[in-house]
């Protein structure tokens, strides 16, 4: 590809030439591109390496949904309950078992030796009469996403999740999230991360057209020819934030999914916090003060929703809340509730968030936690 580059890019090239899998091929391909060369020049050199990763990818997605067909996939399943689905991950003997335990009110097998947890185990969170499905899985270990100890099996039920819970050891949190962190990262789940905000879709016009030029930081036609090399000759591309090789190269990578993640710190209060982004929640817990309310308004936050109450004019509050994701309108709640009220809604009075009780406010409006919405028809 170039010769200006560094013994350690040149040792994993070497690898790439020999790699005769597909796996192999982009592992090696990944370590290049963390050996490529930082200057202008390289960039090139990146984007090559970026486009061949991307085919690779896709490459072996296809042929695990061919093999999921034959029967050959991953067969381990949860079927979701509630609200949302998290799910309860980390290393042997962290302590899972015993969270899972305290704010479920379930008593499954704890003890001092790996491997306690076989198989999924499930419970449900009590959260203001809303329940919340909490997934205690199987321990992680280096060379779960390579399919060690049933690793594929568990990680594709975290793919499926709503969010994820990452138990660490205080005495050993950084190797612990060091562990899992790769292991997610390797089976294309990125933690406190949104995708990027770039759109790209193929049209029957001629020729690449792109709205918000302004977001480039790379040149035009080194954009252009990235897209041509990945079968994109004619497409609409949207950008709305600043676009590099690895971000778009990452938005056209259909196996990744994003999760909001929270860390809990077992046997003891952390000094400092693992780098999980800057999204990410962070709390100690101690099995001798388990808090359980205050960890199911934890796990409800994670889930990034909201509860609100809704209410007939005249009458009480429901008792019950309805949830609904965060950045929901009236009208999304509207629409949970029946289709009639959306058809002939006239106007919704809110109590909580608004400026003053029962004020009317507009389709529109954007609920918070703990409103009470009347509606109107």
């Known amino acids: 590809m170039t010769t200006n580059v560094s013994i350690e890019f040149a040792n994993a090239q070497a690898k790439y030439d020999q790699a005769r899998t597909p796996t192999e091929k982009l592992a090696a391909l990944e370590e290049m591109k ?43 399943s949860v079927k979701k309950d509630g609200v949302g689905q998290l799910v309860l991950v980390g290393l042997p003997n962290v302590g899972k078992s015993t969270f899972f335990n305290a704010v479920t009110g379930l008593s499954t097998p704890v003890g001092d030796w790996e491997f306690t947890t076989s198989k999924p185990e499930i419970g449900m969170v009590d959260f203001k009469g809303a329940k919340i499905q909490l997934v205690d899985l199987p ?52 933690l406190n991360r ?33 897209l041509k090399t990945m079968g994109m000759h004619n ?16 938005a056209l990578d259909e196996t990744l999914v994003y999760k909001r993640t929270m860390i809990v710190y077992n046997k003891g209060r952390p000094t400092k916090r693992v780098d999980a982004g800057e999204s990410a929640m962070h709390i100690a817990w101690d099995v001798n003060n388990p808090r ?66 029962g004020q009317r406010v507009a389709k529109d409006y954007i609920v918070q936690n703990g409103d009470v919405i009347e509606f109107n028809w």
């Open 139 to 190: 321990p992680i270990v280096e060379g779960s996403s390579e399919g060690k100890v049933n690793g594929k099996e568990i990680l594709s039920v975290v793919r499926n999740a709503d969010a994820i819970i990452i138990m660490v050891n205080v005495s050993t949190q950084d190797e612990d999230w060091r562990i899992i962190s790769t292991e997610l990262k390797n089976s294309g789940i990125l």
């Open 194 to 226: 949104k995708k990027p905000n770039i759109k790209i879709t193929a049209t029957t016009f001629p020729g690449i057209s792109i709205t918000g030029k302004e977001f480039l930081k790379i040149p035009m036609e080194q954009f252009v020819n990235f």
């Open 34 to 76: 963390s050996h490529a060369p930082q200057h202008k020049g390289g960039e090139a050199l990146k984007g090559e390496i970026n486009s061949k990763i991307a085919k690779l990818k896709l490459e072996l997605e296809k042929d695990k949904k061919q093999a999921a067909k034959r029967g050959g996939g991953p067969t381990l």
């Open 292 to 357: 359980p309310q205050e960890m199911a308004d934890k796990l409800f936050e994670v889930l990034d929703k909201v509860y609100v109450y809704t209410k007939k004019p005249g009458q009480e509050a429901a008792k019950l809340p309805l949830v609904v994701p965060k950045g929901a309108t009236v009208l999304d709640v509207a629409t949970q509730v029946h289709k009639d009220i959306v058809q002939n809604l006239k106007y919704a009075k809110i109590w909580g968030s608004a400026k003053f009780e």
């Open 235 to 250: 497409a609409q591309v949207i950008l709305q934030e600043n676009t590099t090789l690895d971000t778009v190269t990452e």
